[in-house]
């Protein structure tokens, strides 16, 4: 086995329908895992992920709670095939840090998914209230990004990779953004479906729910390293932690720094546990040199002994 293995967890936007079925089917544990989240939730949330619709899965309300139980199903598997395994760090992409804390030992499963689900409402109702939207933004780097969203009214909202940056604000503003962009010359300016303009300002409402919520949820030191998205450096104490859970709501996701602390922490090899393979391409564009297993499917779970095997000895 690897000396050193990281996990990482996605973030809305890997939703698909059929999501978790075959780690369901092959497992009693991880099936078990699905019943107790619909029994915390009060809905089928193995039926959303597993049948959709597409349009239901899609919605904030319940693709984060579908996410994250997903993910955790992962996880579930994972100790199934490799009880011995504990990570050496964890980190999430926004909604990923429920997961990552909770691989972590930090949070409670059912803490978190209750929090996962709050997170939803909150950002949901937030949307609502201060209509926006985001986009990305393809080929231009932080500083012209950033002059970009100051002369539109805008915001930074995800740092994904060196050359791929979210922008999140009202309509009138991401519209404007996109011009912009592609004024200057940008690969591409494209206006995701989302349903808000996460990671600005206008989550401000869904900030303070989640701040009021957190603070009766018990949050421990994690058992490994834990790099949170809106600071980038490894955090162990659970109060600053509690903090940064609700600043994230607000601020930009610094996936390319946190990848960079990752690094500095001498960990190359990933898991990616969840649906979908979005982290293992970003991490390609920013630090090449890591490598990242996906853990999602039944098939990527059947290569997972290969690359966990150490490498060989060069000659």
């Given at each position: ?10 973030g809305q936007g890997a939703q698909f329908v059929g999501m978790g079925k075959d780690l369901a089917d092959s497992a009693p544990a991880v099936r078990a895992l699905f019943d107790r989240a619909s029994e915390v939730l009060e809905y089928r949330i193995d039926k959303i992920c597993f049948e959709g619709p597409e349009d239901e899965l899609t919605r904030t309300l319940y693709a984060q709670p579908a996410i994250f139980v997903m993910s955790m199903a992962a996880l579930e598997l994972l100790k199934i095939k490799e009880p011995t395994l504990k990570p050496a760090l964890t980190a999430g ?223």
């Open positions: 086995m690897k000396e050193k293995i990281g996990f990482l967890f996605p992409l926004s909604l990923g840090e429920f997961s990552a804390l909770t691989a972590a030992e930090a949070v409670s499963f059912e803490d978190a998914l209750r929090l996962v689900r709050l997170r939803a409402e909150a950002m949901e109702g937030a949307a609502l209230q201060n209509p926006g939207t985001m986009a990305s933004v393809m080929g231009l780097d932080r500083i012209a990004c950033d002059e970009i969203a100051k002369e539109a009214g805008c915001e930074v909202a995800n740092l994904n990779a060196v050359d791929q940056i979210v922008l999140s604000g009202t309509f009138e503003s991401i519209d404007k953004a996109c011009i912009l962009a592609e004024a200057r010359q940008a690969k591409r300016a494209l206006k995701l479906k989302v349903g808000g303009a996460f990671h600005s300002s206008l989550m401000q409402p869904a900030r303070e729910k989640l701040e009021a919520a957190l603070k009766s949820t018990r949050i421990q030191t994690p058992r490994c390293l834990f790099i949170p998205n809106a600071k980038a450096v490894p955090i162990s104490d659970p109060e600053e932690i509690r903090s940064l859970l609700s600043r994230q709501l607000t601020s930009p996701v610094r996936w390319v720094e946190t990848m960079e602390s990752a690094k500095a922490a001498g960990i190359i090899h990933y898991l990616e546990l969840g649906p979908g393979k979005v982290l293992k391409g970003l991490v390609r564009k920013s630090i090449p040199e890591f490598q990242v297993q996906p853990c999602g499917t039944q098939a990527d779970f059947e290569k997972l002994e290969e690359f966990m095997r150490p490498a060989a000895p060069s000659a």
